[in-house]
């Protein structure tokens, strides 16, 4: 199973990008996903999920900005930042809880991760 990240970039304050998050291999569903962020100096912090059973929740810092969603046809996770700041600068992370064919067990797993800058 491989997650690959993408839709990351330059970007004024006030504008807007959609990462996307696309998982392949031998995965059945994606049964939970996040989006993390990390920048220098800092921990890694997760800023948008969505579980299981469908409940969403985001970090109070991006709330109302930033829009998470799952496509489970598409096997894609992705993260709709709008209004950004330049406190967004980070590298962002895709996690995905799935599981796979003839498995009943869940796995967890990480993307590469993809740089947004925002910046004037």
């Known amino acids: 199973v491989q997650l690959v990240e993408s839709g990351g970039g330059l970007v004024q304050p006030g504008g807007s990008l959609r990462l996307s998050c696309a998982a392949s291999?031998?995965?059945?569903?994606?049964?939970?996903a996040a989006w993390y962020r990390q920048s220098p100096g800092k921990q890694r912090e997760r800023v948008a999920s969505?579980?299981?059973?469908?409940?969403?929740n985001y970090a109070d810092s991006v709330k109302g900005r930033f829009t998470i969603s799952l496509d489970n046809v598409k096997k894609l996770v992705y993260l709709q930042m709008n209004t950004l700041e330049p406190e967004d600068t980070a590298v962002y992370y895709c996690?995905?809880?799935?599981?796979?064919?003839?498995?009943?067990?869940?796995?967890?797993?990480w993307g590469q991760g993809t740089q947004v800058t925002v910046s004037s």
């Open positions: 969505v579980a299981g059973d469908g409940s969403i």
């Open positions: 996690n995905e809880e799935v599981y796979v064919f003839y498995d009943e067990v869940r796995y967890d797993y």
């Open positions: 291999g031998n995965i059945a569903s994606i049964y939970a």
